[in-house]
């Protein structure tokens, strides 16, 4: 099993640019969330998803889009990226919705200049 | 706001020795989780405590949990220089959904 996959490893933008983030599990897990991590900010959930067609906001939302179209997938989207969204990416997923252990990808490492 | 607050934010040991990490939380919990991340990498689930738990074990790790004063704490035991990464309590609110809030991490380093 490859579990949490996600794409790309290292990305930078400039302001103003799109972009998706590829999140990816084939551990049949319902729930699928994002996080961003900033330095001394620790991890901050961004939206998150209980299962396919259901997606909510998470703490820090704003300037992101999601979209749960099948199980396996949780792309995350930057509309107009912004210098403040510069940070490390992680992808998680965990088998049920509730009080479950999180399975994460190893990451991505985004710069918006 | 943060959920959970580790401390100390860096801890320097020898190889042998135990490591202690203390985590406090603000309001009321279903269960605590600890994570280990190593630098430049994803997060590792450690161990998950229930609010009506007290203690747990795993290996070298043993963890505590006093919903009374909101706090809990992670033992590693024998420290190894593997044991070098960051470690994260994140929480699981009661009422809260089913969304991990993460603390903002102890920084551990194991020296030879």
């Known amino acids: 099993n490859a579990g949490v996959t996600q794409t790309p490893k290292f990305q930078v933008l400039k302001t103003g640019q799109s972009m998706t983030l590829q999140c990816a599990q084939d551990m049949n897990h319902e729930y699928m969330s994002w996080y961003r991590q900033d330095p001394g900010m620790g991890l901050r959930l961004i939206h998150y998803?209980?299962?396919?067609?259901?997606?909510d906001q998470g703490e820090v939302p704003n300037g992101y889009n999601v979209s749960r179209s099948t199980t396996e997938d949780f792309p995350l989207r930057l509309l107009s990226a912004a210098p403040s969204q510069t940070s490390v990416y992680f992808c998680a997923s965990s088998l049920g919705q509730f009080n479950e252990k999180l399975f994460f990808g190893s990451g991505t490492q985004l710069s918006v200049l | 706001s943060q959920q959970g607050e580790e401390d100390p934010q860096a801890l320097s040991i020898q190889e042998g020795e135990n490591a202690t990490m203390n985590c406090s939380y603000k309001?009321?919990?279903?269960?605590l989780q600890w994570y280990r991340q190593n630098s430049g990498r994803g997060l590792v689930h450690l161990i998950l405590?229930?609010?009506?738990?007290r203690e747990k074990h795993s290996g070298r790790l043993r963890v505590t949990l006093d919903t009374s004063k909101k706090s809990s704490s992670l033992l590693i035991t024998a420290s190894r220089a593997a044991d070098t990464a960051s470690y994260f309590c994140?929480?699981?609110?009661?009422?809260?959904?089913?969304?991990?809030?993460f603390g903002t991490g102890t920084q551990l380093k194991v020296e030879l």
């Open positions: 405590i229930r609010s009506n738990e």
């Open positions: 309001t009321s919990i279903n269960n």
């Open positions: 998803s209980v299962g396919a067609g259901i997606t």
């Open positions: 994140a929480t699981v609110l009661t009422g809260g959904g089913n969304k991990l809030t």
